[in-house]
């Protein structure tokens, strides 16, 4: 891990405050050894904070092996351990990632922790990333869905893909006014298909 970039200062600040006094924290923190973070993962009894960090930790510096905790953690219902781990694999360059993200993405029992699995999509550019938004946002076009910051990351995603398979979403997207701004710029961003 020695050409590992330093983890972000904000994501181990938090875990240093979750974690307390900690020679565990401190060690886990201060260590350059992959073997040493990659046994914690599978460590029976370790407190989530030192599993995150770990995995944030690997994640960062391209070990796959932390590959499956960054994806539970993904999916968390803690925003803030989403955000680490949406983070770690973006960087982690492991091929799983984008499948992953996309099935979490449009699992409509854990829509309510969707977000950072769009966003991660939309960081990724992956084959399976327009599908995913595509189908994310039409499920979240019903009157009154509750999901109204998934739905715009959506949006906010398929404007940066600017892929035209997104058209017809995007239009539908218009007449909802809490999306119809962001859904005018992302259809602006689509070229147009010349000929057939």
Excluded: K
Excluded at 134 to 150: A, E, F, S
């Amino acid at each position: 891990m020695d050409h590992a970039e330093p983890a972000e200062p904000s994501v181990l600040a938090r875990l240093r405050q979750e974690s307390g006094p900690s020679a565990l924290y401190e060690r886990l923190a201060a260590t350059h050894d992959p073997d040493e973070l990659a046994e914690l993962l599978t460590a029976p009894g370790q407190p989530l904070w030192a599993r995150e960090l770990v995995a944030y930790r690997l994640g960062l510096a391209g070990d796959r092996r932390a590959f499956e905790a960054l994806v539970l953690l993904l999916n968390h219902r803690d925003p803030a351990r989403c955000a680490s781990a949406a983070e770690a694999l973006s960087r982690l360059g492991d091929p799983r990632t984008a499948r992953a993200a996309a099935a979490l993405a449009t699992n409509e029992l854990r829509v309510a922790y969707a977000l950072h699995p769009v966003r991660l999509l939309t960081a990724l550019r992956a084959p399976e990333s327009v599908p995913a938004l595509v189908t994310t946002l039409q499920r979240r076009l019903g009157p009154h869905d509750p999901y109204r910051r998934v739905a715009l990351a959506c949006v906010e995603g398929l404007a940066a893909l600017g892929d035209p398979r997104a058209r017809p979403v995007l239009q539908r997207a218009l007449a909802h006014p809490a999306l119809a701004e962001a859904a005018m710029v992302a259809l602006a961003r689509i070229p147009e298909q010349r000929g057939a």
